[in-house]
Nanobody
């Protein structure tokens, strides 16, 4: 079974940093792009960033450009999201996602809270 498990969230002050991790299993990890999304209660889930199969492709949404960095380790089946200069508006539950066989698979989410 495809499984994704996000971790690393927590409470951080405005301007602080966190690193999120996404552990993947149940599929050939190196063959798939992975994305991070985030969701604030009452709002739609929004894409944040994604990384290609070999990390040669990375995309960031404008609100996080220059502050977030996505990376992956295909030997460990891990994707990381290094978040710096965090702002209160980054507060959300963060999810990792893979699309495989036309289906979306989501991790359980990890809460990031940025206090002002």
């Amino acid at each position: 079974d495809v499984q994704l498990q996000a971790s690393g969230g927590g409470l951080v002050q405005d301007g602080g940093s966190l690193r999120l991790s996404c552990a993947a299993s149940g599929f050939t990890f190196a063959n798939y792009a992975i994305a991070w999304f985030r969701q604030v209660p009452g709002k739609e889930r929004e894409g944040v960033t994604c990384i290609g199969r070999s990390a040669d492709f990375k995309y960031y949404q404008d609100p996080v450009k220059g502050r977030f960095n996505i990376s992956r380790d295909n030997e460990k089946n891990m994707v990381y999201l290094q978040m710096s200069n965090l702002k209160p508006e980054d507060t959300a539950v963060y999810y990792c996602k893979v699309v495989r066989g036309g289906n979306d698979y989501w991790g359980q989410g990890t809460l990031v809270t940025v206090s002002s």
